[in-house]
């Protein structure tokens, strides 16, 4: 290196001429520039990081074989009707009687078989956590769509529900839909 003129070398990806193993991953695509001084050989370092994650969206625009991962693939938003939005759910949910149950057996002890029987669209229950939902009428309030709750109904979608969104509370949300314990 001529003295005072600084000198840039940039690192390639680590191949079997590079006995050193100074191309590492960690390396690769940082720029090493030496900049010489009267004292001493400072080093220093500059470094563009190549992109470690895919943008998949981005791919699959450019090539549609590209698949969703797993977690893009759960992902189903549906879009509510006009007035079904979570504010108006909790609104509903108030001025309307959800359980739909004999108030007197409130609160039931419910069997599986018992549950088996609520498995539709018009008379929807669920258990979630050991505690049961009549779920009807929020079927149209879920943001997931009333179909996925339907086939989930009629049993235990604790497990389900975990999967999809175990940051969703639930037991806030269908307070007003408790209607027993599962037995
Ligand atoms: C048990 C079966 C259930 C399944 C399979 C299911 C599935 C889904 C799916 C696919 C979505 C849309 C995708 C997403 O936002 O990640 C969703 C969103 C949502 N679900 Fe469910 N769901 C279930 C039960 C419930 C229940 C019982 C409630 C009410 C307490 C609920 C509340 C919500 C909420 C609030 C969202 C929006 C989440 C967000 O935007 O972050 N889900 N659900």
């Known amino acids: 290196m001529a003295p005072g003129v600084p ?32 004292s001493s050989k400072r080093v ?6 190549p992109p470690l994650a895919v943008d998949r969206g981005q791919d699959r625009l450019a ?15 549906v879009a509510l009707k006009p007035g079904h939005s979570a504010v108006d759910w909790e609104r509903s ?40 939902y009549n779920i009807t009428n929020y079927l149209d309030y879920h943001p997931g769509g009333r179909e996925i709750l339907v086939d989930n109904s009629g049993a235990d979608g604790t497990m389900m ?9 639930f037991e806030k949300i269908l307070d007003a839909c408790f209607i027993g314990f599962l037995v």
Request: charged share 30%.
């Open 7 to 38: 000198s840039i070398k940039i690192i390639e990806p680590k191949s079997s001429a590079d006995p050193d193993g100074e191309e590492s991953r960690d390396n690769f695509g940082k720029v090493k520039f030496a900049v010489p001084s009267k």
């Open 44 to 49: 220093g370092h500059m470094s563009f990081a």
């Open 63 to 77: 090539n549609p074989s590209v698949r969703a991962s797993p977690v893009e693939r759960r992902r189903k938003k």
């Open 93 to 132: 949910k108030k001025n309307e009687d959800v359980r739909k149950i004999d108030p007197s057996s409130f609160p039931m002890r419910i069997t599986k078989a018992q549950l088996k029987q609520h498995h539709s669209g018009k008379d929807c229950w669920i258990s979630l956590g050991g505690k049961v």
């Open 161 to 169: 529900f975990q999967r999809y969104h175990p940051w969703v509370s």
